[in-house]
T-cell receptor, first 114, second 113 residues
Framework: AQSVSQHNHHVILSEAASLELGCNYS??????LFWYVQYPGQHLQLLLK??????LVKGIKGFEAEFIKSKFSFNLRKPSVQWSDTAEYFC????????????FGGGTRLMVKP | GAVVSQHPSRVICKSGTSVKIECRSL??????MFWYRQFPKQSLMLMAT?????????EQGVEKDKFLINHASLTLSTLTVTSAHPEDSSFYIC?????????FGQGTRLTVV
């Protein structure tokens, strides 16, 4: 079964700094990967996903992630963060044969200082 | 995208009472829905899989009698926390998959006093 791990639990950045959040997955066949974001007081939203094709995936709000198979990684990046990016970010993989459920990484809490 | 609505968003209840949380898929049918729990400063943990018309599948360590799940229709799943205790206080989130994406409810913050 696939699992994911996120190494950065808390990240504090100043506005305009570049962001990279780590996500490593364990191998388990076909790789589908997701990044979700949870803004304070709001529900989880999908940022981006990778199923196949171009390993550099672009998502909403200027986020992107790169699937690097040799490193089992799917790191989330943004060139210049804004205060409004303050949120918790979760990497996820499908779980189970049908792939309906998601297994989440531990999450990374990002705080962007204005 | 698809919408999953969860109600209530916040609930405070007395210890020993039961609380029901609803999860609805508003514009798609979901034969399967998922219930997650999020402890403070921790990730989402899958509690159970709700199956329309059949019994829910619970993750290891989750008490079936404590967390009753009913999935009576293709658009509604309910989670009932029975005889709630303070340690049940948490953030509960439901999810339904409208392939290829999973959509999440707004979450319910349960506080048991």
């Amino acid at each position: 079964a696939q699992s994911v791990s996120q190494h950065n639990h808390h990240v504090i950045l100043s506005e305009a700094a570049s962001l990279e959040l780590g996500c490593n997955y364990s191998y388990g066949g076909t790789v589908n990967l997701f990044w979700y974001v949870q803004y304070p007081g709001q529900h989880l939203q999908l940022l981006l996903k990778y199923f196949s094709g171009d390993p550099l995936v672009k998502g909403i709000k200027g986020f992107e992630a790169e699937f690097i198979k040799s490193k089992f990684s799917f790191n989330l990046r943004k060139p210049s963060v804004q205060w409004s990016d303050t949120a918790e970010y979760f990497c996820a993989v499908p779980r189970g044969n049908a792939g309906n459920m998601l297994t989440f990484g531990g999450g990374t809490r990002l705080m962007v200082k204005p | 995208g698809a919408v999953v609505s969860q109600h209530p968003s916040r609930v405070i209840c007395k210890s020993g009472t039961s609380v029901k949380i609803e999860c609805r898929s508003l514009d798609f049918q979901a034969t399967t829905m998922f219930w997650y729990r999020q402890f403070p400063k921790q990730s989402l943990m899958l509690m159970a899989t709700s199956n329309e018309g059949s019994k829910a599948t619970y993750e290891q360590g989750v008490e079936k009698d404590k967390f009753l799940i009913n999935h009576a229709s293709l658009t509604l799943s309910t989670l009932t926390v029975t005889s709630a205790h303070p340690e049940d206080s948490s953030f509960y989130i439901c999810s339904a998959r409208d392939r290829p994406e999973a959509f999440f409810g707004q979450g319910t913050r349960l506080t048991v006093v």
